[in-house]
């Protein structure tokens, strides 16, 4: 989202997720519901993919925490 250079208004009337939803998300306040979420990355140019995890890439994301 901030490297999109868009303004939130703008963002918002292209993606249809409102400006406060998109600010409490961009200062991690909420998450978005999924549709938003697909809905931003279409406005961005961008593809949620669904794929299995891996194991290893399971156990790189349990070292986080």
């Not at 868009?6 to 998450?31: D, P, Q």
């Amino acid at each position: 989202i901030k490297r999109s250079e868009l303004s939130l208004r703008a963002l918002e009337g292209r993606s249809g997720v409102t400006r406060a939803a998109l600010s409490r998300f961009v200062n991690g306040k909420r998450s978005l519901t999924l549709p938003s979420v697909d809905a931003l990355a279409s406005t961005l140019g961008l593809e949620l993919v669904v794929r299995p995890r891996t194991a290893s890439r399971v156990e790189e994301l349990e070292e986080l925490f």
